[in-house]
């Protein structure tokens, strides 16, 4: 068996069995929901709903309804994709990277956190379709046998190699976290007793048997699928970065995006992760698995990609000057000191000065903190597209076209209401799935849990 | 013919590796070990060979990099050539570089979804099959060794029956099957 160095700290806490996972796992499944889930819940589901109708007004009248004008073309609708794929992120990190650096401690939270991105994945994904307007002819964007005129799709262009990144990205991401999640139907589909949730969890749990060689194929499929979704990831955000890398207008003509994009995308998705299981752990009870050092692990990612992030936001700012190119150099200027000062500013404190605050060990361990910061990490996040993108575009050659952006109502309702949608999916799934990879946690036990780890008659020596 | 199959239950998968090994010493053929997780270790021990999928998600990968190659091709070279921003579109390999993102996301997609399909379908593991564990249990804490008697014809049902308990179990469970 495995062995851990001693001075390792435990990542399950307490003296825990077999069973005990299970039952801590599979009894907030089976018991009545708390009224705290049916508040949040309705909450939830009321500003979601008022997104859907935002972007059902939106597609009966069209994308004017949205405050662009003949300048900035592109505002909130791409912005809110580029933030929501990069929240997306960090699940699949967490469960592909992770599993091929064999870091135990992912196993208590790779499966909320790819729940997360695919959730995130969803909402990122309404955004392009909407952006189009028509919605019904998005399937355009495929390479069909043309009928609808002499033209193929094209394959040089970046947002068409989204188009084939971001479909890949969701299916291979929700089919490695539902092979993952079958085995853990199974677990309570054999403890269920109301008869509705025995059918419903056995049509879900596949008739899993938990046979070796079941378990065999299994543990490689986990394994390829880690292998085949790390480059993935980090070809997904690359390739969202190529929309404006690629492109020829000052402040989108940087090749520095795409590994600057995949950091931000990891440290944004690590604070969501954060601000989703601190609420978590809590509600359901789940101390003993995701604790302060599972916390303080996130943390130190997000302090390294946090700084990956700042060294490239000040790489950009220093080439743009040393690019010699007036229109680049006067792009960044204009963003740091013109209209949208405080939208800059405001990118450059959440993403580069609060990171760097977790290499205090303390603030680091502290969740109330953490809880803070990965907040402002994401609203800084959301800054950093905005800024890209908005400011970018708003001051572009001839002055007389300059413009400012200013969202409408439709902007916000159809925003905040992906958050809604985003938190009625979360909910759902914390409340019937299993949020913890049982089978996985579970083989970890011996190792890393706190009972096993260090008792003196432990193992075989 | 009905046949004799004993289940012999433990609450620990080291005790079960170690009875397995101690059965197979003996000569027992051992059908079936299910548990509620992967023991590492026991597959060499029961006889379960390595499973071969990788090999498939090699293939399939291949298929949809030689597809993504051949359809791109025929895309933007040979049916409708198009000249975008001046860039020549002549030749596929004047236009490669263009196509790499495509190529690699596509061989991706066909390597995950065929290894994951071909893995249900070898599993029998489909939506609607029932329950395939013989308890209910071990997909909890319980782990359990299955061995068929026509398997182990040199052996009694009673030599069978008292090795299994020999091997520090917590429960035997015996079954008729068809």
């Keep these: ?461 | 013919m009905a046949e004799r199959v004993m289940y012999a239950m433990y609450d620990d998968d080291e005790v079960l590796k170690d009875g397995a090994k101690k059965l197979v010493a003996k000569g027992v053929k051992i059908n079936e070990v299910f548990s509620p997780f992967p023991i590492h270790g026991i597959d060499p021990i029961i006889g379960v060979k390595n499973t071969r999928l990788g090999i498939m998600a090699f293939i399939y990968g291949i298929t949809g990099t030689m597809l993504a190659t051949l359809g791109m091709r025929y895309f933007m070279v040979v049916d409708w050539p198009m000249n975008i921003g001046g860039k020549p579109n002549f030749t596929y390999l004047d236009n490669m570089l263009a196509f790499i993102p495509i190529t690699f996301e596509f061989t991706v997609l066909c390597a995950a979804h065929g290894m994951a399909i071909t893995y249900l379908l070898r599993n029998k593991t489909l939506p609607g099959i029932p329950a395939q564990n013989p308890d209910p249990r071990t997909t909890d804490d319980k782990f359990v060794i299955e061995v068929r008697a026509s398997e182990n014809a040199q052996f009694s049902s009673e030599e069978l029956e008292n090795m299994l308990k020999d091997t520090g179990l917590i429960e035997l469970d015996q079954k008729e099957m068809k």
């Excluded at chain 1, 109301?194 to 079941?214: E, N």
């Excluded at chain 1, 989703?276 to 003993?288: D, F, N, Q, S, Y």
């Excluded at chain 1, 413009?403 to 209401?417: E, L, T």
Aim: positive net charge; charged residues 15%; aromatic residues 16%.
């Design chain 1, 1 to 461: 068996m495995h062995k851990e160095a001693a001075i390792r700290e435990p990542l399950i806490l307490g003296h825990k069995t077999y069973h005990d996972v299970t039952e801590d796992v599979c009894k907030p499944i089976e018991d009545k929901a708390p009224r705290m889930w049916y508040i949040l819940f309705g909450i939830a589901l009321i500003i979601g709903l008022y997104g859907v109708g935002c972007i059902l007004y939106l597609l009966g009248t069209g994308i004017g309804v949205w405050g662009l004008n003949k300048t900035i073309g592109w505002a909130w609708d791409i912005t809110n994709f580029v933030w929501w794929v990069g929240i997306g992120h960090a699940g699949t990190l967490i469960s592909a990277v992770l599993l091929l650096f064999r870091q135990k401690w992912r196993m208590a939270i790779n499966r909320s956190a790819e729940a997360m991105t695919i959730f995130a994945v969803f909402m990122a994904g309404m955004f392009p379709l909407i952006h189009m307007g028509r919605l019904w002819v998005g399937y355009w964007t495929l390479p069909l046998p043309n009928h609808f005129g002499s033209l193929w799709v094209n394959f040089n262009s970046p947002l068409l190699w989204d188009v084939f990144a971001i479909s890949t990205y969701l299916s291979v991401s929700l089919v490695f976290w539902y092979i993952g999640l079958i085995p853990d139907f199974a677990t309570i589909r054999d403890r269920a007793k109301k008869p509705v949730a025995k059918r419903m969890y056995t049509i879900l749990s596949f008739g899993w048997s938990g046979r070796a060689k079941h378990w065999n194929r299994f543990e490689l499929v986990s394994l390829v699928l880690a292998g085949l979704a790390t480059p993935l990831v980090f070809s997904v955000h690359s390739i969202v970065s190529f929309d404006f890398a690629t492109s020829v207008i000052p402040g989108w003509h940087t090749t520095i995006f795409p590994p600057y994009f995949v950091a931000g995308a990891v440290f944004s998705g690590f604070a969501m992760v954060q601000t989703l299981l601190l609420v978590m752990r809590k509600a359901m009870k789940l101390e003993a698995y995701i604790h302060t050092k599972h916390v303080e692990y996130m943390n130190i990612v997000i302090m390294v990609t946090g700084s990956i992030v700042g060294t490239a936001y000040i790489t950009e700012l220093f080439i743009s000057w040393y690019s010699g190119v007036e229109y680049e150099a006067y792009a960044f200027l204009n963003r740091a000191t013109g209209p949208y000062w405080w939208a800059y500013w405001s990118m450059m404190t959440c993403n580069v000065i609060s990171p760097q605050l977790m290499w205090f060990r303390k603030l680091r361990r502290s969740l109330l903190f953490t809880f803070i910061i990965s907040i402002v990490v994401n609203i800084g996040m959301w800054f950093e597209r905005y800024v890209i993108i908005v400011t970018s575009i708003h001051r572009d050659y001839i002055p007389a076209a300059w413009s400012m952006h200013y969202p409408s109502h439709i902007d916000i309702g159809v925003y905040i209401g992906t958050i809604g949608l985003f938190f009625v999916f979360f909910l759902l799934f914390a409340r019937y799935f299993p949020v913890l990879a049982l089978n996985e946690v579970k083989t970890i036990l011996k190792s890393s849990g706190e009972s096993y780890k260090n008792a003196p008659d432990h193992g075989h020596h």
